[in-house]
């Protein structure tokens, strides 16, 4: 049975309790993180847990856990779940906590509520475009809130956009701002690739700080041998990519050969991403 943490004891995931005041389920009002570990080696947990700390101090809530702290949590968590698989994502959740009452503004002397569970996670992807999971996306407008840059337990607009792309087939939906931008997908962040040049969105408030994307262009950076750029992309320029990818810490980088019922560029997963997952990997526990 899968061990989960709560409030500073490891139980049964299925008998961990909270409140129904806890405003993490009245509002959202929480912040969350999803941490690979492969081979009990976590990938980017130091950004993972500062994006986090980031996050709780833009929603001010009190958790004075220091990313050490984290770590000795979660490695135990991981430990204790040994037995769910060998490869695990570990999700932690911070709610502000549980109130005497439902009020909008936030209370004062509340404890914030810390829950974590593992659970089971694939293999990672072969290096190999011809072995790999081919994605097909949808695009749509963006219609969540401003505020995407903080890794919120509120994800409704996340979901709906979700359920959209979910229900016509789609493995994920491509989203764009009102000036015909792409932001990111539902659940992750999007690239393209022109004349061998990967390109993505700018990091501002539209997008997730995603430790993956930021992986993936520090590595490239670093390599040197494949041209990266952070900039405003348009929906026509991803309709005419050569190559697409999204990525998030479940997927890493994931080549999308479909996008509206339309193959990318020649319909394959393409050179580019091969060469960049390849370094990707290479590089990925250290961080």
Request: net charge negative; proline share 5%; with cysteine.
């Amino acid at each position: 049975m899968s061990i989960a943490y709560l409030n500073g004891s490891y139980v049964p995931l299925a008998e961990a309790r909270i409140s129904p005041l806890d405003r993490g389920f009245l509002f959202g009002d929480g912040i969350y993180e999803v941490v690979p570990y492969y081979g009990a080696k976590p990938v980017g947990f130091v950004p993972h847990m500062n994006r986090m700390i980031d996050g709780l101090a833009a929603l001010e809530i009190n958790c004075n856990k220091t990313v050490d702290q984290w770590r000795e949590l979660m490695d135990e968590l991981v430990a204790k779940n040994a037995d769910v698989g060998e490869n695990l994502g570990v999700y932690v959740h911070v709610s502000r906590g549980a109130d005497t009452k439902r009020f909008h503004a936030y209370p004062e002397n509340v404890e914030p509520t810390i829950f974590a569970f593992a659970f089971a996670i694939k293999n990672p992807e072969p290096a190999d475009r011809t072995k790999v999971t081919q994605f097909s996306v949808s695009s749509t407008e963006d219609l969540r809130w401003k505020r995407c840059n903080i890794k919120s337990t509120a994800l409704l607009g996340n979901v709906m956009h979700y359920q959209q792309g979910h229900a016509a087939g789609n493995n994920e939906i491509l989203l764009y701002n009102g000036n015909g931008e792409l932001t990111e997908g539902s659940s992750c962040n999007a690239f393209i690739v022109k004349d061998g040049v990967v390109i993505t969105p700018i990091q501002d408030n539209q997008i997730l700080p995603g430790i993956t994307r930021r992986i993936i262009i520090d590595s490239l950076k670093a390599d040197g041998s494949i041209q990266v750029e952070e900039r405003t992309v348009t929906m026509d320029e991803v309709r005419n990519a050569d190559e697409i990818w999204i990525t998030s810490s479940s997927k890493e980088i994931a080549p999308v050969t479909k996008l509206d019922g339309q193959p990318v560029g020649n319909g394959e997963v393409g050179e580019v991403w091969e060469a960049a997952f390849k370094i990707y990997s290479a590089s990925k526990f250290d961080y």
